[in-house]
């Protein structure tokens, strides 16, 4: 059995592992597969249709605790333990539910102290007792008649007929005032990990289509050990078509992994007559997971030539290798009485809509079907790669934009930095 503290508005989580508010979806995943021999039978429940309308859940079945990311930034919202007989709960190192103490509503006072008096909610039969960035619910059904309160001693747990021995059913940690209206907060300090995240990637255009990527960066600390001096640091990078690998090192720093491709699968839709011929040499991705960004390179010049901008959809191949990349693609509209005018697509897209937006239908699609050996069945099934204004989207079942992969004629030595840019 779990023995986790309980840190308000904050965490949930031990010596050896803490779940975080704000933390990444990624993070938390990590650390349930790091301890998998102790936290067993994980479920990931999402909306497969719609999957923007639902909070993202990872189910604890054998501990009793639901983990809720927000569904647009996956970032961790609400931790909710939802049966207190399956984990032993602390706070401030003193145990207010375990085997040999109930979490009544006497131990709930002892523990937390005096809060507002507490919300009945006659739909669900539950006491709410709310303390800043963590509630209690009790189950209220044995109840013969729901709780009164008294105006004259509004002052607290007392102001309430509760009988003695109500136990917690429920308890939901989160930041904020409300669990209703509570948000998933920016990530902590501690998860940065030295790692450097994107909180917004623009593709530049340059008049004949995409050109590069502005990606506004974040990140914290300057190096090992100086976490309690650590402040986020938020700041701009601009890389291009035809950027030498040096300079992508330059601008972004190393990759979490270099990839070398060994066969392309698309060559084959290629004008080329000799794309059927081996080249001696392989052309390499610099995979930045926490961008939500790959980089191919050409292996004879080593210059960009290709951005793969990936949005990390539930339900796709490659969920969860990377963070979710929050891009904005200015798109050409080509309608009439519509020169010059442009829209944008984002990560939250859907495909239909875009192919609304240009007024004219877009070519058939290239059927992807991705999966790890030949003889592997890819559960999610197939997507689709629509070719338009040198980039392919690649578009799950549900309508759902999963990838972008922008191409740009390899650029000459000297290019247009980003103030050049319309």
Not at 118 to 127: H, I, P, R
Not at 187 to 211: R, W
Not at 285 to 295: A, E, K, P, R, S
Request: net charge neutral.
């Amino acid at each position: 059995m779990l023995d986790l503290e309980v840190v308000p508005e904050r965490s949930l989580g031990n010596e050896q592992w803490e779940f975080t508010l704000g933390m990444p979806l990624a993070q938390a995943v990590a650390i349930l597969q790091k301890h998998c021999r102790i936290v067993k039978n994980v479920q990931v429940l999402y909306s497969e249709q719609s999957p923007l309308s639902h909070d993202l859940i990872l189910n604890l079945t054998q501990d009793g605790i639901k983990l809720l990311f927000d569904a647009f930034n996956q970032r961790l919202k609400v931790i909710e333990v939802y049966d207190l007989t399956k984990v032993k709960l602390k706070y401030c190192g003193v145990h207010f539910n375990s085997q040999a103490i109930a979490p009544t509503i006497e131990q709930i006072d002892q523990s937390f102290g005096a809060t507002h008096p507490g919300v009945y909610n006659s739909a669900e039969q539950l006491f709410h007792l709310n303390f800043r960035g963590l509630s209690f619910s009790f189950q209220l059904d044995s109840w013969t008649e729901a709780p009164k309160y008294e105006p004259n001693f509004a002052h607290g747990l007392a102001s309430l007929q509760i009988p003695h021995g109500a136990t917690v059913k429920r308890m939901y940690i989160y930041s904020g005032n409300s669990l209703q209206d509570t948000k998933a907060p920016m990530m902590p300090l501690s998860c940065f990990l030295g790692n450097v995240y994107a909180e917004s990637v623009d593709v530049l255009q340059d008049g004949t289509g995409p050109a590069g990527l502005r990606l506004r960066l974040l990140t914290a600390g300057c190096g090992p050990g100086l976490l309690a001096d650590a402040k986020m640091r938020v700041f701009e990078r601009s890389v291009y078509f035809g950027d030498s690998c040096q300079d992508v090192l330059s601008m972004l720093g190393s990759p979490h992994k270099v990839f070398y491709k060994s066969e392309d699968k698309m060559k084959i839709h290629s004008p080329s007559p000799h794309k059927q011929v081996p080249s001696k040499c392989n052309d390499y991705f610099f995979n930045y997971f926490t961008l939500g960004v790959d980089i191919l390179f050409d292996a004879n010049t080593h210059k960009v030539k290709k951005f793969v901008l990936h949005t990390n959809y539930p339900g796709h191949y490659n969920f969860n290798i990377y963070h979710r990349c929050e891009f904005k693609i200015p798109l050409a509209i080509k309608k009439e009485n519509a020169d010059g005018q442009t829209e944008t697509c984002t990560t939250y897209s859907k495909w239909d809509n875009i192919q609304e937006l240009l007024g004219h239908p877009v070519e058939k699609p290239v059927v992807l079907h991705r999966s790890s050996s030949p003889n592997n069945t890819n559960p999610f099934g197939s997507t689709f790669c629509f070719g338009l204004q040198r980039m392919i989207f690649e578009v799950m079942q549900n309508n759902h934009i999963a990838s972008v992969t922008l191409y740009g004629p390899p650029r000459p030595g000297t290019h247009l930095r980003t103030s050049e840019l319309p």
